[in-house]
Nanobody, 125 residues
C-alpha cells in the first residue's frame, strides 16, 4: 500500500484546510487509518484516526471539535477536515494505515504499517 498525503498549505488562524490521504491502486476500506503530526523540535503526535470500517473515529483532545476524519471508499481516500486552525496546529502531517485493526489502538503510531510522505500545514497568526 502506497499512501500519498496532500492538501497542506499556508492558512491564517481561524481558517480551514482539508488533508487527503490517498492509496494508490488499493482501497483503504479495511484499513485502520490515522493522522499524526510533527511540529519543529517536537515528537510526532496523534491527531485523529478512523477504524477499518469507517464506523468509529477518534481524535486527540487538542483537535476534538475542530478536526473531522472521514473516508471516501470510492476514492480510496481518508480525509482530515481541519477547521478553526490555530498557530499551534502548524506541523508536518502524516497519514498511516494498517490492514484491519491497529493492534495497539487507533492512536498508537507504532501499530501503523504504511505511511505517507507528509504534508506541511502552516497556520499564521
Amino acid at each position: 500500500v502506497q499512501l500519498q498525503a496532500s492538501g497542506g498549505g499556508l492558512v491564517q488562524a481561524g481558517g480551514s484546510l482539508r488533508l487527503s490521504c490517498a492509496s494508490s491502486g488499493r482501497t483503504l476500506y479495511g484499513y485502520d487509518t490515522g493522522w499524526f503530526r510533527q511540529a519543529p523540535g517536537k515528537e510526532r503526535e496523534f491527531v485523529a484516526a478512523i477504524d477499518w470500517s469507517g464506523g468509529s473515529t477518534y481524535a486527540s483532545d487538542s483537535v476534538k471539535g475542530r478536526f473531522t476524519i472521514y473516508r471516501n471508499n470510492a476514492k480510496n481516500t481518508v480525509y482530515l477536515q481541519m477547521n478553526s486552525l490555530k498557530p499551534e496546529d502548524t506541523a508536518v502531517y502524516y497519514c498511516g494505515a494498517v490492514l484491519g485493526r491497529n493492534p495497539y489502538g487507533l492512536a498508537s503510531e507504532g501499530g501503523y504499517r504504511y505511511w505517507g510522505q507528509g504534508t506541511l500545514v502552516t497556520v499564521s497568526s
